[in-house]
């Protein structure tokens, strides 16, 4: 059962141009999602998070935006940068389950000088 | 601060025999888990720690794979015998354990190749 989705294989930005990267979920339990970006032959690095109770947040060029009507959350990169390009994997989690965490399949990001 | 370790990077074997992963987490960190990561997905659950106990290994094929963490620190994942399927990226990651809003941080995985 893939409770955590994300569509969209591959995405190609234009540096400084903004890029968006979208999930969605269908366990209405969880209460947590995160975003992690993945380079080659590297370990996912955590890059945000937001808690259910939250429906933005904010890191510097990164900001999630969480509908939890929809059932979906979405990572906004301004202005994007060519080293952005890696994979970008959103996670989310139920903490009255153990805060167990459920991946989805990765969106490839190319962003192009 | 020290991230999750893994090792090896990298293990070729043929299949039926039996491989050995390790993995430290970040000093502290009460929760450890392990992932396998099959190309073009995203990494599935094998196995989740609380300290030295088990929390989730409901995706675990038990027939053939097992793991331990003794003294509730380093953990050893095992696959025996392994068969082509296996192969992936097995990734240990970490957590405080508190049950608060804590991310998990991901060592750099051991590339397991079946021949």
């Known amino acids: 059962d893939q409770q955590v989705k994300q569509n969209s294989p591959s995405l190609s930005v234009q540096e400084g141009r903004i890029s968006i990267l979208n999930c969605d979920y269908t366990?209405?339990?969880?209460?947590?999602f995160l975003w992690y970006k993945k380079y080659p032959a590297e370990g996912p690095t955590f890059l945000i998070s937001i808690s259910s109770i939250k429906d933005k947040n904010e890191d510097g060029r990164f900001t999630v935006f969480l509908n939890k009507s929809a059932k979906h959350l979405s990572l906004h990169i301004v202005p994007s940068q060519p080293g952005d390009s890696a994979v970008y994997f959103c996670?989310?989690?139920?903490?009255?389950?153990?805060?167990?965490?459920?991946f989805g399949s990765g969106t490839k990001l190319n962003v192009k000088p | 601060e020290a991230g999750v370790a893994q090792s090896p990077r990298y293990k070729i074997i043929e299949k039926r025999q039996s491989v050995a992963f390790w993995c430290n987490p970040i000093s502290g960190h009460a929760t450890l888990y392990w992932y396998q990561q099959i190309l073009g997905q995203g990494p599935k659950l094998l196995i989740q720690f609380q300290n030295n106990g088990v929390v989730d290994d409901s995706q675990l094929p038990k027939d053939r794979f097992s793991a331990e963490r003794l003294k509730g620190v380093d953990s050893t994942l095992k696959i025996q015998p392994a068969k082509l399927e296996d192969s992936a990226v097995y990734l240990c990651?970490?957590?405080?354990?508190?049950?608060?809003?804590?991310?998990?941080?991901f060592g750099d995985g051991t590339r397991l190749s079946i021949l």
């Open positions: 990651a970490s957590s405080l354990g508190r049950g608060g809003l804590e991310p998990q941080h």
């Open positions: 366990n209405s339990m969880f209460d947590y």
């Open positions: 996670a989310a989690s139920d903490r009255n389950n153990f805060n167990k965490f459920y």
